[in-house]
């Protein structure tokens, strides 16, 4: 048996760096309607955000139910300011971004739980956070939200600052996975109190990735709000938005650095797709989803698209030998 | 002075019912060692099933209670023999139960809301209305007949745990599970038996929650929570301890008045969790919380 | 030279007396065997050495300096154990477990820390084994990765909890011959606790005996062997040669069996 993490081979790197140059250029060349815009940016936005919350779930396996807390924040920080400091916009993402990466911290207490202690410390501490911003009016705007001004140029643009800002923080996670960072995390996910016992503060290194998880989905918060144009405590902190978070990770494959990227894809083009058509379905077709992935192929579509490419090899070997 | 007693009665009130969200889910972890992530949505469930017998047949809620519970049990048991008893069992505390039976709960949310609609409902009886004078305050029958029905069922479960062979088999399982099997104890069966009476807790309490409080689809997550905080206060080995885990988050919340702003007075049981958890990692009475 | 002294530790969980006021000294490059009957508390005075858990009472001093928990920073300090039960980190690759081990070791540096892990592999003989994963690895093989990984943290004491028990004859000769090495090559002093007697017999310069929490007797070997209280407490009849190893459930399944040399 060799190690668990797969080299990613060089077609694939191939690969990516072709489907990112279309996709920046497409645009440009092609008509985008405005729901295919829409949905390349949602999922671009998306991808940057499950893959951070990857790095708590995945690599350090904190499962974590209330990321949207940190989305939140980010992304009412970023409009606030933007409404009431009129700041150059990117510096309103960039600030949104830091305090959400700040607000991770006030999480330090519930990072020495383990497992499932932790997980429902999240739930809380989501629920918490969506209270006291929906009541916070004069930050939020309360029940009722706030709304940016239109700029179509801004949301046009959008498509890149998003496109760019998943790829980065896909390089940056596949980095941190190789890092002797990622080496550490791991460790603390096979066995938290061994890994104490070599060296390694679990407190601190956990405190650490929390605090770059909610730092990046933050930011997408704050792009968020600036391409949705309208944000409100309910929906950006509510549950179902944390949840969103841990189906998207899950389904493509939680633990992997191509997971993510999957899961927000399938998610984004899923949803609407459901939202348009069985709207009333959407959630228990995920509960479904999720029982399926975990009964049979825990690493969702990166485990199936692992195990095709295997059996492909195994077919092409098989008829070599063959031939010979 | 007469508000204080208000108070304190509405909080012994209140404990009942929170006890019995507790024991529901204190149970299965402490015998699994799973956290039912889908406790929120079986309360849930067991809500809309004595407001169903309600509604349809009349049925009053309370003697309702062994029907829900039958069918609760059943459905813990279903869940048992069809997924939990699927997983690895190195994972049987990792987050894979957890994103498996938070599967479950949505499911079980998307159902209710495709039978019943998104709409608040709650169970409204010829007495609901009515209240009595207990210590010089008015307190509403259906909170006594809650905390009437909690007490029992506390004495029942003690009882059952303490005195009979299944609650042997069951205190022996939590303890070393992989002793039991030596001895000839199915452990598999435990097990179900166990997850099941834990899910028809939660049922149940759903049935006395939905006498008191509107619900709907999405309710569930507060009433994990507050399972939650209750079980890791109060501990696994005690039902004593859950019932005055119980007592305590219900105290804090009622009093809590005084000092947060109102929104925040259902979330004062997870504030008490963290600092508890912060200030004592072994909980009230001394369990382990943290690995 | 006096490298680590423990004065006066105690333990109480609850009621129950763990440790009562143990004393310890362990000079340089010094092994010293702590041996006792069960529940005699020796786990716990492991556990308290290490950090991970604090003592109600007492102090650790390593070199001079006052050493306290958590457990990450006892190691920082130079002191490590290894576990009875073998814990080793299994989503990582051999070598992953001890670079991950190696990193915060002082002599700082990615890439040191790299030959360094490379180094101890090749002591304690899985230098073959780098790029598996410790699943596959034997019972004696996951117990040298468990040494290894102590040892690439550079300590100056390593506590080897029960680390020859359960391995077959051969391997436990070996076991013996690598702890000699680990004092006799790399300076690093070592207390053992071990129910396998002729072991700890073997490799102790100096005993500790404890019982009930208490230390009841000290001296070399032979000294311990003959003292009467000893015997009573624990020894009973003259220990056989090959006492049944300790039946610890194993954490993991066991490899088909292959030789790790």
Not at chain 3, 158 to 177: C, I, K
Request: proline share 5%; hydrophobic share 55%.
């Amino acid at each position: 048996m060799t190690a668990p993490s797969p080299l990613i081979p060089r077609r694939l790197v191939a690969g990516f760096v072709a489907g990112f140059a279309i996709l920046a250029v497409l645009p440009v060349g092609v008509e985008l309607s405005p729901y295919a815009h829409n949905l390349l940016t949602s999922s671009f936005i998306m991808i940057a955000g499950v893959l951070a919350w990857n790095w708590m779930g995945g690599f350090v396996g904190q499962v974590s139910f209330g990321h949207a807390s940190l989305f939140g924040v980010g992304a009412f920080v970023s409009a606030r300011l933007m409404l009431s400091v009129h700041l150059p916009v990117p510096a309103c993402w960039l600030a949104g971004a830091v305090c959400a990466g700040v607000f991770a911290l006030a999480a330090h207490p519930m990072l020495r739980l383990r497992g499932p202690y932790f997980s429902i410390a999240t739930i809380g501490f989501g629920e918490i956070s969506r209270q006291v911003l929906t009541y916070w009016e004069r930050f939020t705007g309360g029940a009722s939200g706030l709304s940016l001004p239109i700029d179509a140029v801004l949301k046009y643009q959008l498509y890149w600052w998003a496109l760019g800002f998943a790829v980065l923080v896909a390089l940056a996670s596949v980095a941190i996975r190789r890092s002797s960072l990622g080496l550490k995390l791991l460790a603390i996910k096979a066995d938290a109190d061994a890994a104490a016992d070599v060296g390694i503060s679990t407190t601190f290194y956990q405190d650490v990735i929390f605090m770059l998880s909610g730092t990046v989905v933050g930011l997408s918060g704050g792009l968020w709000a600036s391409y949705f144009g309208f944000i409100e405590p309910s929906d950006m902190l509510g549950f179902d938005r944390s949840i969103a978070f841990v189906l998207m990770a899950v389904v493509g494959g939680i633990g992997t650095s191509l997971g993510p990227v999957l899961g927000a894809v399938v998610f984004v083009l899923v949803r609407t797709y459901l939202l348009a058509s069985y709207p009333e379905l959407y959630l228990g077709l995920y509960g479904l989803l999720l029982i399926c992935i975990i009964l049979f192929e825990p690493l969702g579509l990166t485990g199936l698209g692992l195990r095709v490419v295997a059996a492909v090899q195994r077919a092409r070997r098989r008829r070599s030998r063959e031939v010979v | 002075m007469t508000r204080f007693v208000d108070m304190l009665v509405a909080a012994v009130l209140l404990a009942g019912l929170y006890a019995t969200m507790a024991y529901g889910l204190g149970l299965i972890y402490g015998v699994l060692r799973v956290v039912n992530l889908a406790h929120g949505g079986v309360i849930m469930v067991g809500a809309y099933l004595g407001w169903v017998l309600h509604e349809r047949l009349g049925i009053d809620p309370y003697l309702a209670i062994p029907i829900v519970a039958l069918a609760s049990f059943g459905l813990g048991v279903a869940m048992y023999a069809l997924l939990v008893q699927r997983l690895p069992r190195g994972a049987a505390g990792g987050p894979a139960s957890l994103l498996l039976l938070f599967g479950v709960w949505l499911v079980l949310r998307n159902i209710a809301y495709l039978l019943f609609t998104g709409n608040d409902q709650a169970i409204r009886t010829a007495y609901s209305t009515q209240s009595r004078m207990i210590l010089g305050t008015h307190v509403a029958v259906s909170r006594l007949v809650v905390l009437g029905i909690a007490l029992a069922i506390a004495v029942t479960l003690q009882l059952v745990l303490r005195r009979t062979q299944l609650g042997r088999a069951i205190r022996a399982v939590a303890q070393n599970a992989d002793s039991c099997t030596l001895v000839g104890i199915d452990v598999r069966r435990i097990y179900m038996l166990t997850f099941g009476i834990g899910t028809a807790l939660a049922g149940v309490a759903g049935v006395l929650f939905a006498t008191i409080f509107p619900f709907n689809p999405a309710s569930g997550a507060s009433e994990l929570l507050k399972s939650f905080v209750v079980v890791v206060l109060g501990g696994l080995g005690s039902i004593t301890g859950v019932a005055v885990a119980a007592l305590i988050v219900a105290l804090a919340e009622v009093f809590s008045i005084f000092v947060l702003p109102a929104y925040l007075t259902t979330t004062v049981g997870f504030l008490l969790l963290v600092v508890v958890l912060v200030l004592r990692p072994g909980g009230l009475f001394g369990q382990r919380v943290l690995s | 030279m006096t490298l680590l002294v423990a004065r006066g530790l105690t333990k109480r969980f609850g009621g129950l007396i763990a440790l009562d006021d143990v004393d310890l000294t362990l000079a340089d490059r010094e092994i010293l065997g702590v041996i006792g009957p069960n529940g005699a508390g020796k786990t716990t005075l492991f556990s308290v050495l290490a950090g991970s858990i604090r003592p109600t009472s007492g102090e650790v001093m390593l070199a001079g300096a006052r050493v306290t928990g958590p457990a990450h920073r006892t190691v920082r300090a130079g002191i490590v154990r290894t576990h009875q039960i073998v814990r080793p980190f299994g989503n990582l690759t051999v070598f992953e477990n001890v670079l991950v081990a190696a990193i915060h070791a002082p002599g700082h540096g990615e890439t040191r820390a790299a030959d360094r892990a490379a180094e101890v592999l090749s002591f304690v003989g899985l230098s073959d084994r780098a790029e598996q994963l410790p699943v596959t690895l034997t019972l004696a093989g996951r117990k040298r990765l468990e040494l290894a990984r102590a040892l690439s943290t550079g300590p100056r004491v390593v506590l080897l909890d029960e680390v020859v028990a359960g391995v077959n004859p051969t391997e436990a000769l070996a076991f013996a011959a690598l702890i000699r090495r680990v004092r006799d090559e790399r300076g690093i002093s070592v207390i053992m606790t071990e129910h396998v007697m002729p072991a700890v017999m073997s490799l102790s310069d100096r005993i500790v005996v404890l019982d009930r929490g208490k230390r009841i007797a000290e001296g070399t070997p032979q000294e311990i062997a003959a003292d009467p209280r000893v015997i009573t407490a624990y020894l009973g009849t003259e220990a056989a040669p090959e006492d049944p190893p300790e039946a610890a459930p194993e954490a993991a399944p066991e490899a088909a069996p292959e030789d790790p040399q």
